[in-house]
T-cell receptor, first 115, second 115 residues
Framework: DGGITQSPKYLFRKEGQNVTLSCEQNLNHDAMYWYRQDPGQGLRLIYYSQIVNDFQKGDIAEGYSVSREKKESFPLTVTSAQKNPTAFYLC??????????????FGPGTRLTVT | DAKTTQPPSMDCAEGRAANLPCNHSTISGNEYVYWYRQIHSQGPQYIIHGLKNNETNEMASLIITEDRKSSTLILPHATLRDTAVYYCIVSSGADRGSTLGRLYFGRGTQLTVWP
């Protein structure tokens, strides 16, 4: 069964701790993304990666870090520098295209609560 | 960077057609219109996309006006499981010199299907 998995579904952390969210895909997609969603809001792009060992900042990258050592994996670390880390985090992937339409496939999300 | 305008909420009776409008008056010639939906607490799901022509798939139909400044997503026979937030997005296949198009998710339209 092809798809994107995110774990865990719910995550609780104390303020000041770094936490890493997992994202794995077996769709053989080149591009992967991390989004953040706050209640009643749309999605905001944190980081994205077009290819292994390469990634770019999205609109709200401050306080976050990523790595892309393997094609199928794109973990997100929420650092203690992120002022409001409590949110719903979504990972997505897509085939890498240039100038063509494409669709993004989303994982089920991780709901992070920091107290 | 919202390029679309959608009503915040709509409702529809089960079994009837749901017509979700979207305005994108500043759309460029190389930008596609995408529709995604997000059921509560899940990742968004791709529905359909189009450039100029009307499109239909097993989930929905997309009607794009001739001037491309607006579109309508049609769910022909809405069911309770279609209750979700629907996002209309315009995006090209490339973004600021990169080969990766960006998808900007606004607040979308909350569609409620009632029995």
């Amino acid at each position: 069964d092809g798809g994107i998995t995110q774990s865990p579904k719910y995550l609780f952390r104390k303020e000041g701790q770094n936490v890493t969210l997992s994202c794995e895909q077996n769709l053989n997609h080149d591009a992967m993304y991390w989004y953040r969603q706050d209640p009643g809001q749309g999605l905001r792009l944190i980081y994205y990666s077009q290819i292994v060992n390469d990634f770019q900042k999205g609109d709200i990258a401050e306080g976050y870090s990523v790595s892309r050592e393997k094609k199928e994996s794109f973990p997100l670390t929420v650092t203690s520098a992120q002022k409001n880390p409590t949110a719903f985090y979504l990972c997505a992937s897509s085939p890498r295209t240039s100038g063509r339409a494409y669709e993004q496939y989303f994982g089920p999300g991780t709901r992070l609560t920091v107290t | 960077d919202a390029k679309t305008t959608q009503p915040p909420s709509m409702d529809c009776a089960e079994g009837r057609a749901a017509n979700l409008p979207c305005n994108h008056s500043t759309i460029s010639g190389n930008e596609y219109v995408y529709w995604y939906r997000q059921i509560h607490s899940q990742g968004p799901q791709y529905i359909i996309h189009g450039l100029k022509n009307n499109e239909t798939n097993e989930m929905a139909s997309l009607i794009i006006t001739e001037d491309r400044k607006s579109s309508t997503l049609i769910l022909p026979h809405a069911t309770l499981r279609d209750t979700a937030v629907y996002y209309c997005i315009v995006s090209s296949g490339a973004d600021r010199g990169s080969t990766l198009g960006r998808l900007y998710f606004g607040r979308g339209t909350q569609l409620t299907v009632w029995p």
